[in-house]
């Protein structure tokens, strides 16, 4: 019988705690066992401001999924988000060592920690060094060095870095539940690796997580991570102007904004022109609020449309910021609670001028039904990044103990960082 493992990983959001527990077996087949999804408390726009109330949350998610998969918990990779969150591209450049010019990964490792050699302020930290290339004597887009011959090593990485007390708190809360932090990954970067094929990443991709505190961007060119970064603005900030607009509860609006189509009603045959007048207003009473009037459609929509145009505007000055303005031939790729709004792929594609789709987690097993939703990209990213984290590290024998370089699941070592493209 092959062997299995499992792999925990916690989405903590700013509206959900997702827990997924997965199976994964020696053949490298993984299947999703266990899901605990539960309403977050103590997180806002993406950072933990009350650890009590996270904690709790946590807690809540980890015994749904330990009771649905019947496994219980000890260690899992962890997603962070928040406007804390900023990345640069840096070079590091290094003499190979060996007198015959062959490149070890002992060179690897040294050119990889060479551009970390940025400097940053006290309170931050290095989150992820990706490599995105090697250069070896000036020939570029060397994917793995070692074994190489040459004279000079050259890397280009993405270096993303996070406030430290955001990163630690979110640690804290995971370790006072009982559950180790196998790693703290930026949640758009674990996203990725379940919604993002490499002809996407090749081609030039925008990802957008549209959260309820955050929207997550990850852009990828030439087949590595480019930019990455969170906004601090997510789809509950539709749901607080809708509030606002109408004088209306925050969950009144919620309801509302969820029963939106942003685009104009389709005359499908055999409609009556008077139910789709009838649809114009929206009666307040149906949706809980006491001496409800009606209010038109049209101005609902033009509340939402305000709001994501004005977001859409953030993420085009990101991408311009990007230096890819016009370049992103794979388009737009939208994830998230955000993404399930009604009409908002027609709403990105005249704001952003881009293709946009909605990404479904690919390639998911086990409770597939469940999850396959915009709104489990991560977690499951998060599973797919933790695989390819324990196979890395499989791969170059060196014990998991030995990674444990330092509390709080940052490991220094570049080992977990390398070859994440
Ligand atoms: N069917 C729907 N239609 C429109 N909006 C929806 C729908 N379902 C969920 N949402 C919105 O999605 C948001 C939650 O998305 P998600 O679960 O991805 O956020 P999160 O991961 O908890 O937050 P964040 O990533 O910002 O920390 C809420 O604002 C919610 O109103
Ligand atoms: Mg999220």
Redesign the pocket.
């Known amino acids: 019988m092959p062997t299995q493992d499992y792999l925990v990983s916690i989405?903590?959001?700013?509206?959900?705690?997702?827990t997924l527990v997965a199976a994964y077996h020696e053949d490298g087949k993984m299947s999703v066992i266990g899901v605990g999804n539960v309403p977050?408390q103590g997180?806002r726009?993406?950072v933990v401001v009350n650890i009590e109330e996270t904690i709790s949350s946590i807690s809540a998610s980890l015994e749904e999924a330990e009771r649905m998969a019947g496994y219980p918990i000890q260690s899992a990779y962890v997603?962070i988000?928040?406007g804390h969150i900023s990345s640069l591209n840096s070079r590091g450049v290094i003499a190979v060592s060996r007198a015959d010019g062959e490149i070890s990964h002992e060179d690897v490792a040294r050119v990889i920690e060479a551009a970390q050699a940025i400097s940053l302020p006290m309170n931050r930290e290095i989150l992820h060094v990706l490599p995105r290339g090697f250069i070896v004597d000036g020939q570029e887009g060397v994917e793995n060095p070692a074994g190489m011959t040459g004279v000079r090593l050259e890397v280009e990485t993405h270096i993303v870095n996070a406030a430290s007390s955001s990163v630690r708190n979110l640690a804290k809360c995971v370790q006072q539940t009982g559950v180790e932090v196998e790693e703290v990954v930026l949640?758009p970067i674990a996203a990725a690796e379940a919604v993002l094929s490499s002809e996407d990443r090749e081609l030039g991709v925008v990802l957008l997580?549209?959260?309820?505190?955050?929207?997550?961007i990850a852009i990828f060119v030439e087949g590595s991570i480019w930019h990455s970064t969170v906004l601090p603005v997510?789809?509950?900030?539709?749901?607080n102007d809708i509030a606002i607009g109408l004088r209306i509860p925050f969950e009144a609006a919620?309801k509302i904004?969820?029963?939106?189509t942003l685009s104009m009603p389709t005359f499908e045959e055999g409609t009556l022109f008077e139910d789709v007048n009838r649809n114009n207003t929206i009666d307040l009473s149906h949706y809980g609020v006491e001496n409800g009037s009606q209010v038109l459609r049209s101005d609902v929509n033009s509340i939402i449309e305000a709001r994501l145009s004005e977001m859409f505007d953030m993420v085009g000055q990101e991408i311009k910021k990007a230096g890819q303005e016009g370049l992103l031939a794979g388009g737009c790729v939208m994830?998230?609670?955000?993404?399930?709004?009604?009409g908002?792929v027609d709403s990105a594609k005249e704001n952003l001028r881009l293709p946009v789709r909605i990404g479904k987690p690919r390639d998911v097993i086990g409770l597939a039904d469940e999850i396959n939703s915009?709104?489990y990209v991560?977690p499951i990213g998060l599973l797919l990044w933790g695989m390819k984290s324990r196979r890395q590290r499989e791969m170059v024998r060196v014990s998991p103990i030995q990674l444990w370089s330092n509390a709080f699941g940052k490991v220094r070592g570049w080992v977990k960082r390398s070859f994440f493209p």
């Open positions: 989405d903590v959001g700013t509206t959900k705690i997702c977050s997180i726009r993406g997603s988000g928040g949640s997580d549209i959260g309820g505190g955050t929207t997550d997510g789809s509950n900030h539709i749901t919620e904004k969820k029963n939106t994830i998230g609670g955000g993404s399930l709004l009604s908002i915009p709104l991560t």
